[in-house]
């Protein structure tokens, strides 16, 4: 596996793919991300895990004549340092002793160094920062527009050509034309005259489109150009479905232009006015502004997609429901074949799940790679199984499943951690300090305009407590059968869940979770719903606005393992109360799809939590 590096070595000397006036390169950067800044990418994107064979979704590689590294975050630290070629060195974000991207790239390139990397990849904010930082030092970044990766990956994938599905109203709440005629009041009103869609999801929404060119991400590669009179959407217009190439309506609202047209044509335009990019736009798209003044915030797109409509909502309640119940039938089956001693993996146990969601009606597809970890797998927070070289789930170990779906009305993102016989006392105090976590979090009133930076700490005080945390963030953002991971808010101690404040309509998730390296991980995650406080219910009405959360995810929370005597009777009423909640809204739709025996799983994981019964032992 070297030799791709070597390979990838030898053309930063070949000027045939150099830009002009450049003699050598002395490094090349290969980012994780595509021309869109997508997190997960098509398979003719996956560049970096094709020079370096680390898969995770977060990383930045650099390759030198003397070196090369990856960079990335704490969730990835076990599973790069399993998956890297040999000749890499993995670099582990946020640790001490472990040097900026900038200053390690500053000292690794000799005196007048050049270093390369291709401009549809770096964001143009990162690329200036970087681009000064070096000048200062005597070096300097330059734009390669041939990618050095693909030069040497021999059978890289084609790029997809899947086609679009138009989604119907029902689903959508609101018609393309309506969010086409809110987006440009926005414009107006912050006074821009252009704006630029990079984001797959941003487009796929304001269409009212999606597709699947990206697995498990309901989106398809295109941009869209709107000006104040007209549209453009690049994409390839023979992936566009009848229903828009047949309307009249859409194909007058939007010009179709080639997908790789748009750099090019931004070029000919050669706007001089004032446009919107957003926050993630490519230095190759800022090199075909450059006469325009940029505005940089998040886009208008990027908002109005964050806070649901009453459709959107009613569809993620709605899909959480069916979700629940393939997970009821998937647990239940579960627990009877290990209890009957039948073999089962951490990959079949994922092919099951999605057989049990394939049975609901709306179902797509996955909306991530399951994440079905067995023991010390779980201690691997963003671990996969793969068939023929994973684990068995047995009765001695945690199984921990983070999984979700794509609904035609929703997306879902969940996970349980459970024991299929007796878990160990120290293994039940991690449990119930990150359900304590969980319900810290999810009892919260906060006031308005507050950002999920500032709430992060309550899911983590009980673990702290012990001396104990995690290293990922508490939330995400969840989309409307769009990317299960979606901006711009967050919950995190992360700067990037500052920005935006929390609003009412958002769907958010609150994952808290504690892993031991080598022995196990534990994560509950319930995807919620940001909802205003009614002043009735403040003790001083009339006041601030405050919010709250509210479970979408209905499923059970595995009573064996929680440590009881470690709940207060607040904690442990909401456990309960929680659970009347599933059963009230599960039961029913179990009932109505003849799963009888599943109900019986159901009623039975529900049933009340009291202290008699520790108190009994």
């Known amino acids: 596996m070297a030799s791709r590096v070597t390979r990838l070595r030898q053309l ?3 000027p045939a793919v150099l830009p002009a006036g450049v003699e050598k390169l002395s490094g090349y950067i290969i980012p994780s991300e595509d021309a869109h800044a997508s997190e997960y990418i ?98 300097s970044l330059v734009a390669v ?131 919107w990019v957003g926050s993630t736009y490519s230095y190759a798209v800022a090199q075909g502004l ?24 009613s569809g993620m309640r709605q899909c959480h429901l069916r979700d629940a119940v393939a997970l009821t039938e998937f647990f239940r089956w579960i627990e009877i074949e290990i209890a009957s001693g039948r073999h089962v993996t951490e990959w079949t146990a994922a092919v099951r799940l999605e057989e049990f969601r394939a049975e609901q009606d709306g179902y797509q597809s996955p909306s991530f790679a399951t994440i079905s970890s067995s023991g010390p797998s779980g201690s691997v927070i963003h671990y996969h199984p793969h068939e023929g070289s994973c684990r068995d ?22 996970t349980r951690t459970v024991h299929f016989a007796s878990p160990s006392a ?14 810290s979090l999810s009892t919260l009133q906060f006031p308005q305009g507050t950002s999920g930076i500032l709430i992060d700490s309550f899911a983590r005080r009980s673990l702290w407590d012990a ?45 808290p979770g504690y892993y031991e390296d080598g022995a196990f991980g534990i ?8 909802l205003s406080v009614p002043q009735d219910q403040l003790a001083a009405a009339g006041k601030s606005p405050f919010m709250k959360f509210r479970p979408v995810t209905l499923f059970p929370i595995q009573a064996k393992m929680i440590a009881i005597e470690m709940l207060t009777d607040l904690e442990l009423d909401w456990v309960n109360r929680y659970h009347v909640d599933v059963c009230d809204a599960i039961a029913p739709l179990l009932s109505e799809q003849g799963r009888g025996e599943a109900l019986a799983w159901l009623q039975e994981s529900t049933q009340p939590i009291t202290r008699a019964a520790v108190d009994a032992v």
């Open 467 to 511: 001396g104990l945390d995690y290293k990922h963030g508490t939330g995400h953002g969840v989309g409307s059968f769009l990317n299960v991971h979606e901006g711009p808010i967050g919950i995190s101690s992360r700067e990037s869940a500052l920005k935006a404040p929390l609003e009412p309509g958002m769907i958010v998730t609150i994952e």
């Open 426 to 439: 120290y293994e039940k105090e991690c449990f119930t300090r990150v359900l304590k976590g969980h319900i």
């Open 12 to 14: 930063l000397t070949t």
């Open 42 to 139: 098509a398979d003719c994107d996956c560049r970096r895990a094709f020079i370096s064979g680390f898969t995770g979704s977060k990383g930045l590689a650099m390759v030198t004549e003397g070196d090369a590294v990856m960079y990335t975050d704490a969730r990835y630290f076990l599973q790069a340092d399993t998956e890297l070629f040999p000749g890499w060195t993995l670099m582990r974000m946020g640790q001490p002793e472990t040097p900026s991207e900038i200053d390690w790239l500053k000292a690794a390139l000799p005196a007048g160094g050049v270093v390369g990397v291709d401009p549809t990849l770096i964001p143009d904010p990162k690329f200036r920062e970087l681009s000064e930082s070096l000048k200062k030092v005597g070096k």
């Open 393 to 414: 789930v047995t009765a001695d170990e945690l199984y921990l499943l983070d999984s979700g779906g794509q609904y035609l009305d929703g997306t879902t993102d969940v």
């Open 523 to 530: 994560r509950i995650e319930n995807v919620v719903e940001v």
């Open 290 to 313: 450059k006469d325009a003044e940029l505005l940089e915030d998040d886009t208008p797109v990027c908002t109005a997609k964050a806070v649901k409509n009453s459709v959107e909502l």
């Open 145 to 275: 527009d041939r990618n050095l990766v693909d030069q040497v990956w021999d059978d890289q994938p084609v790029r997809p050509m899947t086609k679009i599905i138009r989604l119907d109203e029902r689903y959508a709440g609101t018609s393309y034309l309506d969010k086409l005629r809110d987006i440009r009041r926005t414009m107006e009103s912050k006074g821009q005259e252009a704006l630029v869609l990079s984001k797959l999801d941003e487009v796929a929404w304001l269409l009212n489109l999606r597709g699947s060119d990206i697995v498990y991400n309901p989106v398809f590669f295109a941009y869209v150009l709107v000006l104040p009179e007209s549209a453009t959407l690049y994409c390839d217009a023979e992936k566009l479905p009848a229903q828009c190439t047949d309307d009249k309506e859409f194909m007058s609202t939007y010009t179709v232009q080639p997908y790789t047209s748009f750099v090019p044509d931004l070029h000919a335009r050669n706007l001089s006015s004032t446009v």
